[in-house]
C-alpha cells in the first residue's frame, strides 16, 4: 500500500488528464484511457501494476480495463526500461536501405541485443515495426522524436546526445523513470 | 506541370499556422459549405466528384457517407482514420505535418455534410509529435471561430479532438480504431451492423482516411465535376503516394491519377529512376498487402499495354498478373534485393500485427512466418513452397477483418511470380545468404495458378 500512496500525478498532469476526459461525452471517460498511459508511461517510466491501478481509479473503471489494453499496444512497458528507448524501424522498405546493419551497429556499441537495456539503465534497444519513415530510412524514433536517413556516425552522435540529455516521450514531458 | 490540389502550398513558408494559410486560400471551403449550401449540396459534390478512400480500399467516399443512419436524436460522428502504419506509406504524416489546417478544415466541411457536431482524429501513438501540430492548429482554430458553437455565424457547432493509438497495425481497420478510441483492445469488430449504423458508442460513424477528408476541400472549392476532370475513368482526381525503396528521389507526391508507371518511376518529377543504374527487381505499388509485381509486370501489363498509376490500371490483370493501388505506398526493388527475405520481413509484420482473435490469422501468420525464415536461412525443402501457398489460402477470406488477407496476398503472389526464386534457395542453401538471385524469367500468363 504504500507503494500505492506514492503513485499520484503532479498537479499540472492531472489537469492534462481532466482536459483529455473532458473531450469525451459523459461516462465515455474510458475513452481518455489510450493516452492518460501514455502520459503515466512518460512520468513513471513504466506501467507497473500500481501505475495501472493508480489511472483505473483515475479513470472510474476497473483494473482489468487497463491492463488488456497496457499489454494490447506494443508502445507500452510493463517491464521496466531504460531512460532512452533507441526504437529502429526494421520491416520492408528499412530493411532494403541497411536497417538490419543499424541494428547490429547499435547492438555492439551498446554491448545489448534487441530487447536489452544497458547497465548504466540509459539505453534500450528495441526493433519496431513500420513507423511511416520508409522514404527517409533507415530510421529510429527516441522518445517522440523521429531520426531518419540513419548511418554509423548519425547513430554515435545521438548515443552521445540522448547520454547526457532527456528525451521526450509525451508532448515534450520528460521520462522521470 | 501536375496539378496539386493538395500539397500545392506544402512547401510555403509557415503553413502549418493559421494565419499563412488563411492567406493562401485556407478555410474558404468552410465558407462556402457554411454560407451557400446544404449537408445534401456537400454530399453530392463528393458523389460527383468520384472521389475514392484514400486509406487503401478505394470505396466510393461520397457513397460511405450516404450510408449513414440518421436516427432522431442520436449523435452522429466522423472519425478521422490518421492510424497509418501499412508498411511504405507515410503520405498522411507528410500532410499532417506540413499542412493540418487543410485536414482540420477538411473535417469541418465534411462533418457539416454528415451531420456531425463532435469529431475525433485519431492518430497513430507513434505519431505523437504530429498529434501536438494538430492540437496547435485546432486550437488555432477554435481562436478564429472555425470550431466550437455557431461557426462563423453559421448556427453550425463542431468540437474536433485528436485522440492517440499506442502502437497497432490493426487500428487502421475502422472497427478496431473505434474499439480503440472507445478505450479497448484493437480487436475488430463482426460486420454487420456495420459502424454507418452503430460504431462510436452504438452511434452512426463514418471513418475516412486522412487524405480523404482533405481531398473534400478542393472539391467544395471548385466542385466535384472539376475534380472528376482529372484522371482516367473511375480513378478521379490527384493521389498522394508515398515513394520508397531503391529509387533517386524518396518521397511523398502529389500524381494526377492516370500518370503512366513508367513516368512516376523515372521521371525526375517523381522518384527520377533507380538508385545506382540498377534494374528494377520488383514493385510492391500501393503498401505491403498488395500483390508485389516482378521487373515485366511494372510498367506494362500482361496484356502489354502501358500501366498506369489508377485504381483499374494497377489492378489490370487480377491478382494473376496485376496488384492494387491501395494506400499509394509505392515500394521499388532493385535487382541486389531478395524476394524471400522481404517475404518473411513482411510475414513478421503481419504476425506481430495480428490482433489474435481470428485462428486462421493469429495462427497462420506465424506459420508463415517461420516457414520463410526456414527457406531464406538456407533449412527450407521444396514442400514447403507448397505448404506456403497452403496457408496463405486458408487464411484468406477465413477471418473477421481484412488483416488476414492482407498477410496472405503478398505471400501468394511472391510464390506466384518468383517461385524459381523460392526453389533456388531450397537448391542453393548456402549461396542464398552470401549473394541474390537476380531477376526471374518472363512469363506467360495462361499457365499461372491464380
Known amino acids: 500500500m504504500t507503494e500505492n500512496q506514492e503513485i499520484q500525478f503532479p498537479e499540472h498532469l492531472l489537469k492534462e488528464v481532466g482536459r483529455i476526459i473532458s473531450q469525451f461525452p459523459e461516462g465515455k471517460q474510458k475513452s481518455a484511457l489510450i493516452r492518460v498511459l501514455h502520459i503515466a508511461q512518460a512520468h513513471f517510466g513504466y506501467l507497473s501494476t500500481p501505475v495501472m491501478d493508480y489511472v483505473a481509479r483515475l479513470l472510474h473503471i476497473l483494473p482489468i480495463e487497463v491492463y488488456e489494453v497496457a499489454t494490447f499496444y506494443s508502445m507500452y512497458d510493463t517491464q521496466p526500461v531504460g531512460r532512452v528507448k533507441l526504437e529502429v524501424c526494421r520491416t520492408g522498405p528499412c530493411m532494403i536501405e541497411g536497417a538490419e546493419t543499424i541494428v547490429s551497429y547499435i547492438e555492439k556499441k551498446l554491448g545489448i541485443k534487441d530487447g536489452e537495456t544497458t547497465s548504466d539503465g540509459i539505453f534500450t534497444l528495441k526493433t519496431v515495426e513500420c513507423l511511416g519513415a520508409c522514404g527517409y530510412a533507415p530510421m529510429l524514433q527516441a522518445g517522440e522524436k523521429f531520426h531518419e536517413h540513419l548511418t554509423e556516425e548519425k547513430v554515435d552522435q545521438l548515443i552521445e546526445m540522448y547520454r547526457n540529455k532527456p528525451v521526450a516521450n509525451y508532448m515534450g514531458l520528460e521520462n522521470n523513470g | ?450
Not at chain 2, 5 to 17: D, N, R
Not at chain 2, 185 to 200: C, E, I, S, T, W
Not at chain 2, 324 to 341: K, N, P
Open chain 2, 1 to 450: 506541370m501536375a496539378r496539386k490540389l493538395l500539397l500545392e502550398h506544402a512547401q510555403v513558408e509557415g503553413i502549418h499556422t493559421y494565419d499563412v494559410y488563411r492567406k493562401n486560400g485556407g478555410y474558404k471551403a468552410v465558407e462556402k459549405a457554411l454560407k451557400s449550401m446544404s449537408p445534401e449540396d456537400v454530399v453530392e459534390e463528393v458523389k460527383k466528384s468520384g472521389l475514392r478512400g484514400r486509406g487503401g480500399a478505394g470505396f466510393p467516399t461520397g457513397m460511405k457517407w450516404s450510408f449513414i443512419a440518421k436516427p432522431e436524436g442520436v449523435p452522429r460522428h466522423l472519425l478521422c482514420n490518421a492510424d497509418e502504419s501499412e508498411p511504405g506509406t507515410f503520405k498522411d504524416r507528410y500532410l499532417m505535418e506540413k499542412i493540418p489546417h487543410l485536414l482540420i478544415e477538411g473535417m469541418i466541411v465534411s462533418s457539416y455534410a454528415l451531420g456531425c457536431n463532435s469529431s475525433y482524429i485519431y492518430i497513430r501513438g507513434e505519431y505523437m509529435y504530429v498529434l501536438q501540430i494538430l492540437e496547435r492548429a485546432i486550437a488555432e482554430a477554435y481562436a478564429n471561430g472555425w470550431l466550437g458553437k455557431n461557426i462563423q455565424g453559421s448556427g453550425y457547432d463542431l468540437d474536433l479532438h485528436v485522440s492517440p493509438g499506442a502502437g497497432a497495425y490493426i487500428c487502421g481497420e475502422e472497427t478496431a480504431l473505434i474499439e480503440s478510441l472507445e478505450g479497448k483492445r484493437g480487436n475488430p469488430r463482426m460486420k454487420p451492423p456495420f459502424p454507418a449504423v452503430q460504431g462510436l458508442w452504438a452511434r452512426p460513424t463514418v471513418v475516412n482516411n486522412v487524405e480523404t477528408i482533405a481531398a473534400v476541400v478542393p472539391i467544395v472549392n471548385e466542385g466535384g465535376d472539376s475534380y472528376a476532370a482529372i484522371g482516367v475513368g473511375k480513378s478521379t482526381g490527384t493521389k498522394l503516394i508515398s515513394a520508397s525503396g531503391n529509387i533517386n528521389k524518396p518521397g511523398v507526391y502529389e500524381i494526377e491519377l492516370g500518370v503512366s508507371v513508367e513516368e512516376f518511376i523515372y521521371s525526375d518529377q517523381y522518384c527520377g529512376g533507380m538508385k545506382n543504374g540498377k534494374r528494377i527487381k520488383a514493385c510492391v505499388p500501393g503498401g505491403s498487402s498488395v500483390p508485389i509485381l516482378p521487373h515485366y509486370l511494372i510498367t506494362k501489363t500482361a496484356a502489354g499495354e502501358s500501366r498506369l498509376m489508377t485504381y483499374e490500371s494497377l489492378a489490370d490483370g487480377g491478382f494473376a498478373s496485376g496488384s492494387m493501388l491501395g494506400s499509394g505506398g509505392f515500394i521499388v526493388y532493385d535487382e541486389d534485393q531478395c524476394i524471400v527475405r522481404n517475404t518473411w520481413n513482411f510475414s513478421r509484420f503481419y504476425h506481430h500485427e495480428s490482433c489474435g482473435q481470428c485462428s486462421p490469422c493469429r495462427e497462420g501468420t506465424g506459420w508463415m512466418e517461420k516457414v520463410l525464415h526456414r527457406l531464406e536461412y538456407g533449412h527450407g525443402k521444396m514442400e514447403d513452397i507448397d505448404l506456403l501457398w497452403d496457408i496463405q489460402r486458408q487464411i484468406e477470406g477465413n477471418t473477421i477483418c481484412p488483416l488476414g488477407d492482407a498477410a496472405a496476398w503478398p505471400v501468394a503472389a511472391a510464390i506466384r511470380h518468383f517461385r524459381e526464386e523460392f526453389e533456388w534457395h531450397v537448391n542453393e542453401p548456402k549461396r542464398c545468404l552470401e549473394t541474390n538471385y537476380g531477376l526471374v524469367k518472363e512469363k506467360t500468363f495462361e499457365s499461372v495458378n491464380a
